[in-house]
C-alpha cells in the first residue's frame, strides 16, 4: 500500500473542510433544500465510478435497511445544512462532534455496551465544548440558554443526534449484509431519491437542481466531488485500520473548518470556538479509542 492509511483518513478530514467551506457559500444564496438536492445528486453520479467494485449481491432486508439508513441520513444532512445556512460555521461545525456522545449512549442503552470512566470522561468534556461554545463572556448561564433557543443550533444537535444513529446502522449493515463500497453506492443513490421526494412535495422537484446551478454553478458540483471523497477516503482507511483509530483524525475536519471558514467568513469569536473544538475532539477521541 503506497499510501498508508492514516493518510487517507487526512485525506478525508481535509476534503471534508473544503466540501463544509463550499457548501456554506454555497447555501447563502440557495435554499438548503435544493442545494442539497443537488449536491446529493452528484455524489450519487459520482458513486457510479464504484460500480467496477460492487457485488450486485443485494437482499430485500440489505435494500429495506440501507434505504431506511438513507431517509434518516437525509433528515439529519437537511437539518445541519439548515443550521450551516444561517448560523456561523465555526458555531455549527464543531456541534458535530457531539455524534460519539451520543453514539455511546444509544451503544449503552441498545446494544448493552458498557461505558468506562475515559468514554464518560469523553462525553463530559463533549458537553464542556459545547458549553463553551454555546456561551459569551458576560452572562455564561444566560447565554448558554439563549444560545440554545436558537432553532439552528437545535437543529445542528438534532442532525448529530440523527447521524448517530444511522452510525449503529452503519455498523450493523457493513457486519452482516453488504460491503462498504456497495453499501456506499446504495447509500447515496436512495439519498439522492429521498431529496428528490422531498423537494417534490414542498418545492419544485428537480425543477430545483436547474436554479441551485444556475446560482451556485460549480460551487454545488465541487461540493459533491469533495463530499464523496471525503466518504471513499474514510471507507478506504477504515478497510485497513480499526474504526477507532480513523475516526479521530477524520474529525479533525471539524477544528480545519472552525478556524479557516471562521477566519474565511469573518465570524467573532474564533480562538475560542477553536479551543472548544478541540477539547470536544479530545472528548471524542477518549469516547471511540478507549
Not at 449512549?105 to 461554545?133: D, H, M, R, S, T
Not at 454553478?217 to 461540493?223: E, F, S
Request: hydrophobic letters at 55%; one cysteine or more; aromatic letters at 18%.
Amino acid at each position: 500500500m503506497i499510501v498508508p492509511w492514516w493518510g487517507f483518513a487526512l485525506g478525508a478530514a481535509v476534503f471534508a473542510t473544503l466540501f463544509s467551506i463550499l457548501e456554506k457559500k454555497g447555501v447563502k444564496k440557495e435554499h438548503a433544500m435544493e442545494y442539497e438536492l443537488t449536491r446529493t445528486s452528484f455524489v450519487a453520479l459520482f458513486s457510479l465510478f464504484l460500480i467496477p467494485w460492487l457485488s450486485f449481491s443485494y437482499g430485500w432486508k440489505s435494500i429495506l435497511i440501507t434505504y431506511f439508513v438513507s431517509f434518516l441520513a437525509a433528515i439529519g444532512i437537511l437539518f445541519r445544512t439548515k443550521s450551516i445556512r444561517h448560523a456561523e460555521i465555526s458555531e455549527i461545525t464543531p456541534l458535530l462532534n457531539l455524534t460519539p456522545g451520543f453514539l455511546a449512549i444509544l451503544a449503552f442503552f441498545f446494544l448493552g455496551e458498557i461505558l468506562n470512566k475515559f468514554q464518560i470522561l469523553g462525553i463530559v468534556l463533549l458537553i464542556v465544548g459545547a458549553y463553551v461554545l454555546e456561551t459569551d463572556h458576560n452572562s455564561l448561564w444566560k447565554s448558554f440558554l439563549k444560545h440554545l433557543r436558537s432553532k439552528y443550533v437545535d437543529y445542528v444537535i438534532f442532525a448529530s443526534f440523527i447521524f448517530s444513529v444511522t452510525a449503529l446502522f452503519n455498523k450493523f449493515v457493513l457486519d452482516y449484509y453488504l460491503k462498504a463500497f456497495d453499501y456506499m453506492f446504495l447509500v447515496w443513490i436512495f439519498t439522492s431519491i429521498n431529496f428528490i421526494i422531498f423537494s417534490t412535495i414542498k418545492y419544485n422537484g428537480i425543477k430545483g437542481m436547474k436554479h441551485c446551478l444556475k446560482i451556485s454553478r460549480w460551487n454545488v458540483v465541487l461540493a459533491g466531488l469533495f463530499s464523496f471523497f471525503s466518504n471513499l477516503f474514510t471507507l478506504i482507511a477504515m478497510s485497513f485500520a480499526y474504526v477507532a483509530l480513523v475516526v479521530p483524525i477524520e474529525r479533525l475536519s471539524g477544528l480545519f473548518t472552525t478556524v479557516i471558514g471562521g477566519e474565511m467568513f469573518h465570524e467573532h469569536g474564533v480562538v475560542k470556538k477553536s479551543i472548544a473544538c478541540l477539547v470536544m475532539i479530545g472528548g471524542a477521541c477518549l469516547i471511540i479509542l478507549l
